[in-house]
Nanobody
């Protein structure tokens, strides 16, 4: 059994910062790519940022220069540092991991953490 547990969401003023954490736990052999996605009300889930096991990163154009993804391989944890928040960043943020478990390679998702940017 594999779980992804996110933390760090909340209510932030425009221009503020947050850091989201996501830890993978359970019967894990190794973790491949990890990433963050978000879903705003009435919209489809969209990619925010991904990071490979070799720490190659990819960002959505809308967050480049403001968001930074990183990971701690020894902890099976991925982070998302969010700066210069805008109201349009308001969404539920989901952690994703593609990893080797006892059943083979599979994709896993966290339960989501709410980020609300409002004055």
């Amino acid at each position: 059994q594999v779980q992804l547990v996110e933390s760090g969401g909340g209510l932030v003023l425009p221009g503020g910062s947050l850091r989201l954490d996501c830890a993978a736990s359970g019967s894990i052999v190794s973790v491949n790519a990890m990433g963050w996605y978000r879903q705003a009300p009435g919209k489809q889930r969209e990619l925010v940022a991904t990071i490979s096991s070799g720490r190659i990163t990819n960002y959505a154009d809308s967050v480049k220069g403001r968001f930074t993804i990183s990971r701690a391989n020894a902890k099976n944890t991925v982070y998302l540092q969010i700066n210069s928040l805008k109201p349009e960043d308001t969404a539920v943020y989901y952690c994703h991991a593609n990893l080797w478990g006892v059943a083979g390679v599979a994709d896993y998702w966290g339960q989501g953490t709410q980020v609300t940017v409002s004055s």
